[in-house]
């Protein structure tokens, strides 16, 4: 197939991470006879210094044009202080794009028990699915206002906003093993309990899938109690974000946790869970299994590439069992190690 594919780097380790899936969708295009076409516009800061913007036009526009987008990180001290920051180019490119829901898979690989906090015979098994709403909610709720003595955040959902992203967490549910935990805090907040009246709604349309509610802060201990227990969690744009963070350590680094962000219609947009990580920008040492692994996505949903998908995936596997792991992970290997480790099993696998 020909497929174009909008790359923005962005910020920090962003085009360090962003350059080995390239190398990795480029394997995938020799090995399997496709054409992936690139095209690489400014997000973020670099979007900031260069045009005064996060989320210049012209990228956007590209975006649009594209078949689906490739992103790295945004941010980055910086800009702490600046009038914009550089994660309302990722924020706006999300809403602009209609990408509600927001895919974010954590699954222990073979051989990272060792890279968990938790004990090998808690984490064992962990193999889960966090769908996270990604353009409601607390991020871009109406009032948001701000002077020096007061600041507001609102908490906004409508029925149709729960019912999409529901939808999407029931519908991926049965491709696994059906069962979903629907998050929120409805002994609290309103908002809470309009999502779990729909939820409960929109679970009649997948008799064959069991629903259960938990509690946020409920979910947060189970999640280092039991992560194993779990099999797709759907939940409101800012527990998803605080929840990855805590799935990502539950199986070893946040290095590895990739995503992909779906709406009605393409584009859809992939990016890995971490962010710009300037500690170690520029040292060649970031992980790029968490974007490697978004590539995947994108051949998967984007391009409905299943076999490609699965065979990127297998390859990750394998890298890291063999140990040609970043500093993340306990190793050695260098970003572009990684990288090049995988685009070489894709090469060489016959199937
Ligand atoms: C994430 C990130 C973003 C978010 C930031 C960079 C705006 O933390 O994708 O999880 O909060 O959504
Ligand atoms: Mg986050």
């Not at 899936?21 to 690139?38: N, P």
């Not at 051989?111 to 699915?129: H, I, Q, Y």
């Not at 999407?168 to 069962?179: D, E, H, K, M, N």
């Not at 064959?208 to 194993?228: G, I, K, N, S, W």
Request: aromatic fraction near 6%; charged fraction near 25%.
């Amino acid at each position: 197939m020909d497929a174009r594919v909008l790359i923005l780097p962005g910020d920090g380790v962003g085009p360090e991470v962003v350059a080995e899936a390239v190398r990795v969708l480029d394997a995938v295009a020799a090995r399997y006879g496709h054409r992936f076409t690139y095209r690489t516009e400014a997000v973020g800061g670099e979007a900031l210094d260069a045009f005064g913007t996060p989320l210049p036009a012209q990228s956007l526009q590209a975006a649009r044009e594209a078949d689906a987008v490739l992103l790295g990180a945004v941010g980055g001290p910086r800009w702490d202080h600046a009038p914009v920051r550089p994660e309302a180019g990722l924020l706006m490119l999300r809403y602009e794009l209609g990408l509600y829901a927001n895919l974010r898979p954590a699954v222990l690989l073979e051989g990272l028990e060792s890279a968990s906090p938790l004990r090998p015979e808690v984490v064992r098994g962990t193999d889960f699915l966090i769908v996270r709403e990604l353009t409601g909610g607390l991020y871009f709720g109406k009032p948001k206002e701000r002077d020096s003595r007061r600041a507001v955040d609102t908490l906004t959902y409508t029925a149709e906003e729960v019912e999409r992203v529901a939808r999407v967490a029931f519908q991926a549910a049965r491709g696994r093993r059906r069962l979903v935990h629907s998050v929120d805090k409805a002994n609290v907040l309103e908002s809470s309990r309009l999502w779990r009246e729909v939820v409960d709604r929109t679970a009649r349309e997948f008799p064959d899938v069991t629903l259960q509610h938990m509690l946020v802060d409920t979910c947060a201990m189970q999640l280092v109690r039991a992560p194993a227990s779990f099999d797709v969690i759907v939940t409101e744009n800012t527990f998803g974000d605080i929840l990855s963070d805590e799935a990502a350590a539950v199986v070893g680094s946040i290095g590895l946790l990739p995503s992909a962000s779906l709406g009605d219609r393409p584009p859809f947009l992939y990016e890995p869970v971490h962010g710009s990580a300037p500690d170690i920008a520029g040292r060649g040492v970031a992980n790029p299994l968490g974007t490697i692994l978004s590539a995947a996505l994108m051949l998967r949903y984007s391009f409905r590439l299943e076999e490609e998908a699965r065979a990127v995936e297998e390859a990750v596997r394998e890298v890291v069992r063999e140990g040609v792991r970043t500093p993340d992970l306990g190793g050695r290997a260098r970003t572009e190690d990684v990288g090049v480790a995988v685009a070489d099993r894709l090469r060489r696998r016959d199937s």
